[in-house]
């Protein structure tokens, strides 16, 4: 589903459109997927994998996915102001006060 909401986007930026939700819509699908997996991760390999900073190990990749994901939810808006842009922008919501 999200590689054909990216080609939806990309083709409506080629007929010169103004882009719409689909960037809003890519980021929080990515940041609850990224979320997920971090929570998957910790259950697998317990607290003692955030205390291992070695990236030659498995416990090291999975302590810097594991610390990491709370970045993804905030780079390129945070997840709150995306689902403000789609209420906005695809629900005919009001927008939020300023």
Known sequence: MS??????????REL???PGPEGSVGKLAT???ARGAALIHARMT??????????ESIEGVISEVILS??????????????KN???ERMLGLPREPR
């Open 16 to 18: 010169g459109h103004a």
């Open 46 to 55: 317990g607290a003692a994998a955030m205390l291992d900073s070695s990236e």
């Open 69 to 82: 994901v709370p970045a993804q939810s905030i780079a390129g808006g945070t997840d709150e102001i995306q």
């Open 85 to 87: 842009i789609l209420g």
């Open 3 to 12: 590689a054909l909401t990216a080609e939806r986007a990309r083709v409506m």
């Open 31 to 33: 940041s609850s997927a």
